[in-house]
Nanobody, 124 residues
């Protein structure tokens, strides 16, 4: 049972990044997935989530309009496209399997499995 996020890096403000997460050991198409992030000195916070089909998606206000979460069940992958990045987006980003999907921000306690994070650094 593994989740691995990758695709982070350093980018200038206004730039874009696409994070990817691969899952193994699960029946991926049955899973609710999400992205969270944790900045230095701050608590882990919700970024985005989607249901098993990808037909329902929810975003935190901080990233709404600038980000897009998607999944490819054939490849066991979930993605987070982030655009118009800001310095406050700097954080370690984690993909996660959540116990359910919600149209409201998920608490980290709703996570069943955490992946290893990937660092995103946005310089102004």
């Amino acid at each position: 049972v593994q989740l691995q996020a990758f695709g982070g890096g350093s980018v200038q403000a206004g730039g874009s990044l696409r994070l990817s997460c691969t899952a193994s050991g699960f029946t991926f198409s049955n899973l609710y997935m999400g992205w969270f992030r944790q900045a230095p000195g701050k608590e882990r916070e919700f970024v985005a989530a989607l249901n098993w089909s990808g037909g329902r998606r929810h975003y935190a206000d901080l990233v709404k309009g600038r980000s897009a979460i998607s999944r490819d069940n054939a490849k066991n992958m979930v993605y987070l496209q982030m655009n118009i990045l800001k310095s406050e987006d700097t954080a370690v980003y984690y993909c996660a399997i959540t116990r359910y999907y919600s149209d409201y921000d998920l608490d980290p306690n709703a996570v069943d499995h955490w992946g290893k994070g990937t660092q995103v650094t946005v310089s102004s």
